[in-house]
């Protein structure tokens, strides 16, 4: 089998949520073309579906060697940044995927999450009474992951209102118009302000955004599987509708 045909063929798997074979196929390939950049970006994302990032980040490493400008390579690194609370980090590096890829619509919107997260520290810490103040925040009910054998963190006090929360929602999911996400929001299953904390376990944990409802508590599984179904009934509506017109 060819590289391309290599490629399609995990890339399908990927997308049928088999990372096990992701990973088998990639390497097996790789084995014999080791500076496919392509592959070894597919590869690091199975492995991170799969949560084994200390690998995921050696291939990232691998690609950015090989290709110094790969915006998927910087996006990967800041996922995995903030996978262990490193924001700062991921801050940098997504920034930097931005940079050379304004385009990418999943960068952005972490992006906006980390710096969600940030904002409220610095603030609190020059503000610490504002901070008491202020209440907990949404996202507090989203564990917070640490690298392995790292002593826990302690929780970073808050200190947004519920006008300034709303408010950087808003940038958090403004290129999530039309996705699931903002449909949970328009049906009034979660709030806007609940679809952050959703996103940010979505990319935290790599799960699906109807998954990450149902784990924060904000809706049930029936609800999201009820909902999921309309959603996608309805896209698969409006991608047939100009055919039938033409027709």
Excluded: W
């Amino acid at each position: 089998m060819d590289r391309g045909s290599v490629l399609s063929a995990a890339g399908e798997l990927y997308r049928q949520r088999n990372h096990s074979e992701v990973v088998a196929a990639c390497r097996a390939e790789l084995a014999a073309n080791p500076d496919d950049v392509d592959l070894r970006v597919l590869l690091a994302r199975a492995l991170m579906a799969l949560r084994r990032d200390v690998e995921a980040q050696v291939e990232v490493a691998h690609c950015l060697r090989l290709r110094p400008r790969c915006a998927t390579g910087y996006a990967l690194l800041g996922e995995l940044a903030f996978r262990r609370d490193e924001l700062r980090a991921a801050d940098i590096f997504l920034r930097e995927a931005l940079r050379l890829d304004e385009r990418d619509p999943h960068a952005r919107v972490l992006l906006d999450i980390v710096q969600t997260m940030i904002k409220p520290a610095a603030a609190a810490a020059k503000l610490p009474a504002a901070s008491a103040a202020a209440g907990p925040s949404p996202l507090t009910r989203v564990p917070l992951a640490t690298a392995p054998g790292a002593p826990a963190r302690p929780r970073r006090p808050q200190s947004r209102t519920q006008a300034t929360a709303v408010e950087t929602d808003e940038a958090a999911v403004r290129l999530q118009r039309g996705g699931f996400g903002e449909y949970l929001v328009k049906v009034k299953v979660i709030s806007r302000q609940q679809l952050l904390a959703v996103l940010q376990c979505h990319y935290r944990d790599r799960c699906k955004v109807g998954e990450a409802a149902v784990r924060l508590g904000y809706a049930s599984a029936v609800t999201v599987e009820d909902h999921a179904a309309r959603f996608h009934a309805t896209r698969r509506a409006r991608a047939c509708s100009p055919a039938r017109a033409v027709a």
